[in-house]
């Protein structure tokens, strides 16, 4: 079975602070992704990986960074956290090809205060 | 940008009772995933239909797909209190990446 594990549940940070994200993948996924899910706004996509050191503008790149050194892991950077960006973050993986779906991880309750 | 869209937001229903979400698309599609998420958890995976298919089913999931009005539907038949969560769909673009694209969702309650 396809584990994706965050490495936090729940976060609270204070504005200004750089926030690390992190999550990995056992099943050797090419592809890797962040997204934000707001209520009434669903599941927004941030930045997305397809390989190791390769990265891709979501819709929602403004104020985030990723990092993807190992092709298990993949970090999600806020360089200088802003309270608009408490959220649901959530880390998912997929294999190459149209057809594979989207395994998810649990997800982090980030609080920016 | 958002490609699919779901409605109703909310649906509440009684055990037994069929429950029916809708996804509307704008631009052609490879395939629409359905995916199912429980309160304050991931998302999984239910099902995909192809661009070329019109129906397919898994148990008592039941999802079509009309092209040509860019939408598709997924009813749930004999629903139970554990159906209970938001349902959304997730479009792969033609010519697209390898992202998907989800929509708002539907939240779903079953009253026993």
């Known amino acids: 079975d396809v584990k994706v594990t965050q490495s936090s549940r729940y976060l609270v940070k204070r504005t200004g602070e750089k926030v690390f994200l992190e999550c990995v993948q056992d099943?050797?996924?090419?592809?890797m992704f962040w997204y934000r899910q707001d209520p009434g706004l669903g599941l927004r996509l941030i930045y997305f990986?397809?390989?190791?050191?390769?990265?891709e503008k979501g819709d929602i790149p403004e104020g985030y960074s990723v990092s993807r050194e190992k092709k298990e892991r993949f970090s999600l950077i806020l360089e200088s956290a802003s309270t608009n960006q408490t959220s649901m973050y959530l880390c998912?993986?997929?294999?190459?090809?149209?057809?594979?779906?989207?395994?998810f991880g649990n997800g982090t309750r980030l609080t920016v205060t | 940008s958002q490609q699919g869209e779901e409605d109703p937001q909310a649906l509440s229903i009684q055990e037994g009772e069929n429950a029916t979400m809708n996804c509307s698309y704008k631009?052609?599609?490879?395939?629409l995933q359905w995916y199912r998420q429980n309160s304050g958890r991931g998302l999984v995976h239910l099902i995909l239909i192809r661009s070329n298919e019109r129906e397919k089913h898994s148990g008592r999931l039941r999802v079509t797909l009309d092209t040509s009005k860019k939408s598709s539907s997924l009813l749930i038949t004999a629903s139970r209190a554990a159906d209970t969560a938001s349902y959304f769909c997730?479009?792969?673009?033609?010519?697209?990446?390898?992202?998907?694209?989800f929509g708002k969702g539907t939240k779903l309650t079953v009253n026993p």
């Open positions: 631009t052609s599609i490879n395939n």
């Open positions: 990986s397809y390989d190791v050191k390769m990265k």
């Open positions: 099943m050797d996924h090419e592809n």
């Open positions: 997730a479009t792969n673009h033609q010519g697209g990446s390898e992202k998907l694209v």
């Open positions: 998912a993986s997929r294999r190459t090809g149209g057809r594979s779906p989207l395994h």
